[in-house]
T-cell receptor
Framework: DQQVKQNSPSLSVQEGRISILNCDYTNSMFDYFLWYKKYPAEGPTFLIS?????DKNEDGRFTVFLNKSAKHLSLHIVPSQPGDSAVYFC?????????????FGKGTLLTVNP | DGGITQSPKYLFRKEGQNVTLSCEQN?????MYWYRQDPGQGLRLIYYSQIVNDFQKGDIAEGYSVSREKKESFPLTVTSAQKNPTAFYLCASQPRGHQVNTEAFFGQGTRLTVV
């Protein structure tokens, strides 16, 4: 059972426009969410995160929105740049107890065209 | 400088042989993880360890084994029992503690090819 879902395997946008990557989750115990960026043959790098007590977190061109009632989060990249082309993974975990493992979605390949 | 190191980056093995992937971190993180990436599958958790001398199975532990004898090291052995061992393997670490919202740091990965 997939607890974190990224239903769009790929997304293509023009340079300078907004990229919106979506993520849905089913486990209501998740309370911390992260986005990672990954280039081929490299490890993922952390991009931005959000705690369930917030509905928005912004860092430069990157903004993550969380809708707890819908169990949905999205990553907005504005403006998109060709260097943003990569696979983006959504991840979630529960912060309580002793288990801090991350559950990942399958990823969305973003292509930003010049 | 601090980081998490996986070696080697590329590894080739013959079918039926066990192989051990190395993961070392100098971030003083308690928790370490092994993930596997396959095309279209995202990152799937193999094993994780929250503290030295303790580890738990993840979602796809069959055919793998780990050890955690030192805080800095979390090697993964891919045994001959693993039916589809060819994949990209990623090691990660993160701090452990109550009410700590931090990200996991990943190594650069090891591409294992079994022929």
């Amino acid at each position: 059972d997939q607890q974190v879902k990224q239903n769009s395997p790929s997304l293509s946008v023009q340079e300078g426009r907004i990229s919106i990557l979506n993520c849905d989750y089913t486990n209501s115990m998740f309370d911390y969410f992260l986005w990672y960026k990954k280039y081929p043959a490299e490890g993922p790098t952390f991009l931005i995160s959000i705690s369930s007590i917030k509905d928005k977190n912004e860092d430069g061109r990157f903004t993550v929105f969380l809708n707890k009632s819908a169990k949905h989060l999205s990553l907005h990249i504005v403006p998109s740049q060709p260097g943003d082309s990569a696979v983006y993974f959504c991840a979630a975990r529960t912060s309580g107890g002793s288990n801090y493992k991350l559950t990942f979605g399958k990823g969305t390949l973003l292509t930003v065209n010049p | 400088d601090g980081g998490i190191t996986q070696s080697p980056k590329y590894l080739f093995r013959k079918e039926g042989q066990n192989v051990t992937l190395s993961c070392e971190q100098n971030l003083n993180h308690d928790a370490m993880y092994w993930y596997r990436q396959d095309p279209g599958q995202g990152l799937r958790l193999i094993y994780y360890s929250q503290i030295v001398n303790d580890f738990q199975k993840g979602d796809i532990a069959e055919g793998y084994s780990v050890s955690r004898e030192k805080k800095e090291s979390f090697p993964l052995t891919v045994t001959s029992a693993q039916k589809n061992p060819t994949a990209f393997y990623l090691c990660a670490s993160q701090p452990r503690g109550h009410q700590v919202n931090t990200e996991a740091f990943f190594g650069q990965g090891t591409r294992l090819t079994v022929v």
